[in-house]
């Protein structure tokens, strides 16, 4: 097996990647870096990877000699030499993977929309994992094949529905706007604004 020593890391042809959400990286032509010797750096990427767990569970020199992160995870600026990218920068970390979906809900009445007291914050590639709300239907149409999502590429979903066996029970009948904020780290990126009614609830909001 060969090995190439490069800044804080290697490249090996290892197969098995320990990000929090992309672990079979068998296709491709990926690359495996090692977590850095440095606690502070590595902690740094554990946490940008969703992988704060491991902080506790294993020592850094454990994560360096066992652990690794497939180069899907990183920025090309991360990367000594962006062209063929087999070798990490020192203070190299993967992309955050906070990219965070907040749902809040509002109801119609007295003509407004006024806050109802659904919310939930998901992280969005595993929105995408769990299937909440039925998102993976989004993939059946448009050019959105799941996480990682890329900087700069412009994605479109087309004729998605969320799936009502996955939204919460027990809404009352009346109009709803269902308003899905998503953050980039703390930035607003975008904002989906969804319309329903609920029709013959067994149940009935009284004022
Ligand atoms: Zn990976």
Not at 10 to 38: G, P, W
Not at 50 to 67: E, I, M, Q
Not at 122 to 148: D, H, Q, S, T, W
Request: charged share 25%.
């Amino acid at each position: 097996m060969s090995e190439k020593k490069s800044g804080n890391s290697m490249v090996r042809s290892y197969q098995n990647c320990n990000h929090a959400f992309y672990s079979n990286s068998t296709q491709e032509n990926l690359k495996f870096f090692k977590f850095a010797e440095d606690p502070e750096m590595c902690k740094r990427s554990l946490y940008a990877c969703g992988r704060k767990d491991l902080s506790f569970k294993k020592s850094t020199s454990a994560l360096y000699n066992t652990h690794r992160l497939c180069s899907k995870h990183f920025k090309v600026e991360m990367f000594v030499n962006p062209d063929v990218m087999d070798s990490l920068l020192t203070l190299a970390v993967p992309e955050s993977y906070q990219k965070n979906i907040i749902t809040q809900v509002y109801m119609f009445l007295s003509n407004e929309y006024r806050y109802f007291p659904i919310r939930y914050e998901i992280n969005l590639c595993k929105a995408f994992e769990v299937n909440y709300a039925g998102m993976r239907n989004g993939l059946k149409c448009g050019n959105f094949a799941g996480c990682p999502l890329q900087t700069g590429k412009i994605y479109h979903v087309c004729n998605w529905m969320p799936d009502e066996n996955k939204l919460p029970p027990a809404i009352p009948t009346g109009k709803y706007k269902i308003r899905m904020t998503l953050m980039y780290e703390l930035e607003e990126a975008g904002i989906i604004d969804c319309y329903a009614d609920i029709v013959n609830s067994m149940y009935i909001f009284k004022k």
